[in-house]
Nanobody, 123 residues
């Protein structure tokens, strides 16, 4: 069992930056690939970024490539999402999740989820 708790969301102006963190409980954090997803009301949850167990490979949604960076610190049981050059369309609740698959982009591939953190980008 892994419990995930996101933090770092908030209100930011377009062009600004935020860093999301996701702290995991348990000693098995490094055995999971991790991902970030986001969801706006009335829409399906969508993939944003993923990272392998060791952190040596990453994958991103096309619209965030070059602006967002996913990273992890296995010693601290934490995964991060650095978001730069934020746009109003990045506004959503952001979730971190854990998966047994490598660099999965599908919601159904993830087995543990956090409660989400709100990110609001004003224009």
């Amino acid at each position: 069992q892994v419990q995930l708790v996101e933090s770092g969301g908030g209100l930011v102006q377009a062009g600004g930056s935020l860093r999301l963190s996701c702290a995991a409980s348990g000693r098995t954090f490094s055995s999971y690939s991790m991902g970030w997803f986001r969801q706006v009301p009335g829409k399906e949850r969508e993939f944003v970024a993923s990272i392998t167990r060791s952190g040596d490979s990453t994958d991103y949604k096309d619209s965030v490539k070059g602006r967002f960076t996913i990273s992890r610190d296995n010693a601290k049981n934490t995964v991060y999402l650095q978001m730069n050059s934020l746009k109003p369309e990045d506004t959503a609740v952001y979730y971190c999740a854990a998966s047994n698959f490598i660099l999965a982009a599908l919601v159904k591939s993830y087995i543990y989820w956090g409660q989400g953190t709100q990110v609001t980008v004003s224009s």
